[in-house]
């Protein structure tokens, strides 16, 4: 049962395998600043002797606010193997995200804010092998200059990978320049 505890009670755990890196932290951090009521809903995991079992990233971002009171749910009574278990199995997310239900109930920017890995775009991915200085990566016509846009695309992994190799590949043939002008060869090819 979840019980608030003051916060310099717990203790992080030094073998905990999760980390949460930069800009993940700092959404992390954001998330519990907008909405701290979900903290009590999950709550911080600890043994009786008040180390982490899961939420390590969770305590750093609540000291990180300045927060004195966390809700925990302590594990009592379990045994070392089923410590070290729920460790790994807490930070262990199995399943498959429907991106589809995602698409069309959020938008791209609230699954970001909310901490989520969505796809931006095909010149975001590092499955090209693209091999340009710095000053061509300069010259590229950006989103916001005239007649440019941002085309945004969310569809499950394998299928991502899947279009981006075909889009490298007709980039590779062709001796394309973009990834932007493989998409619209593809488009062009279907249509005709």
């Known amino acids: 049962m979840a019980q608030l505890l003051k916060l310099y009670k717990i203790k992080g755990n030094p073998n905990n395998p999760r980390i949460v890196k930069n800009d993940k932290f700092k959404k992390l951090v954001q998330s519990i ?5 979900m903290l009590e809903k999950r709550p911080i995991i ?3 002797n008040f180390m982490i079992l899961g939420g390590n990233m969770r305590l750093k ?3 990180e606010l300045g927060i ?3 809700w925990v749910d302590i594990a009592k009574g379990w045994s070392d193997k089923q410590k070290e ?3 790994i199995k807490d930070n262990n997310h199995s399943g498959e995200w429907d991106w589809d239900i995602l698409a069309n109930s959020w938008s791209t920017l609230q ?3 909310w901490g989520m890995d969505v796809w931006k775009g095909a010149e975001d991915n590092n ?3 693209v091999n340009e200085d710095e000053e061509e990566k300069t010259k590229e016509p950006k989103a916001s ?3 440019y846009s941002v085309f945004e695309m969310i569809m499950l992994h394998e299928n991502k990978i899947f279009l981006l190799n075909v889009l490298n590949t007709i980039k590779k043939e062709l001796n394309l320049k973009t990834t932007a002008d493989a998409l619209l060869h593809l488009a062009k090819n279907y249509k005709q």
């Open 127 to 129: 499955f090209f092998d």
């Open 68 to 70: 004195k009171d966390v």
């Open 33 to 37: 600043n907008d909405f701290p009521e």
């Open 111 to 113: 699954l970001q804010d």
């Open 46 to 48: 600890v043994d009786e």
């Open 85 to 87: 278990e729920f460790i």
């Open 61 to 63: 971002a609540c000291q």
């Open 145 to 147: 200059d005239d007649n």
